[in-house]
């Protein structure tokens, strides 16, 4: 079934380690995403990606950075992890550009739960 | 800035017992509004796209409508299995990014 992969599905880390959430899609969608989801905020954007090549900052890009080397992979690393980055993380892709309504739409992977201590 | 809330954050009903979910919203210029499904551990699952106020749009359950203000999720005679956190987004015409708000979550009681 065509979809959205993220490894791991979870981690324990320490504080200050170095750490690459990854996210690959099997749908050719042109933009990607990373969203954190904590409770009472809600899912928040982390980075995107238009197309490959591309990446831009979402709401919430202090302490990560995305690459997109390839249209299928959306690695997102925390340089230096903090305990304020504790969350559960999802990427999520569309064909965003795409002129046909509805094309839009985001899909989500099942997420990263990631504890930093 | 496009800002989301939903209410109530939560909802008991009886299995059977009709009810609806509320998500309103303030966009420059709506380009989609979007409901999702979430199941605990797992992401959300995508439900509904409307774009325009009047619109509506039906799935087993689920009924999902469109206002210049508001959208509805009313869910009929609900199951066990419709329990989840339900989630509204919206995207405007400037760029593609979603605002989500913080979800409803609903629980079915047999």
């Known amino acids: 079934i065509a979809g959205i992969t993220q490894a791991p599905t979870s981690q324990i880390l320490a504080a200050g380690r170095r750490m690459t959430l990854r996210c690959t899609q099997d749908m050719r969608h042109n933009a990607m995403y990373w969203y954190r989801q904590d409770l009472g905020l809600g899912l928040r954007l982390i980075h995107y990606s238009n197309t490959a090549g591309t990446t831009g900052k979402g709401e919430v890009p202090d302490g990560y950075s995305v690459s997109r080397a390839n249209t299928d992979d959306f690695p997102l690393t925390l340089a230096s992890a903090v305990p304020s980055q504790t969350s559960v993380y999802f990427c999520a892709s569309s064909d965003w550009g795409n002129r046909r309504r509805g094309d839009f739409t985001q899909h989500f992977g099942d997420g990263t739960r990631l504890s930093i201590l | ?110």
């Open chain 2, 1 to 110: 800035e496009d800002q989301v809330t939903q209410s109530p954050e939560a909802l008991r009903l009886q299995e059977g017992e009709s009810s609806s979910l509320n998500c309103s919203y303030t966009v420059s210029g709506l380009r989609g509004l979007f409901w999702y499904r979430q199941d605990p551990g797992k992401g959300p699952e995508f439900l509904f796209t409307l774009y325009s106020a009047g619109e509506e749009k039906e799935k087993e359950r689920l009924k999902a409508t469109l206002t210049k203000k508001e959208s509805f999720l009313h869910i009929t005679a609900p199951k066990p299995e419709d329990s989840a956190t339900y989630l509204c987004a919206v995207t405007n015409f400037g760029n593609e990014k979603l605002t989500f708000g913080t979800g409803t979550r609903l629980t079915i009681i047999p």
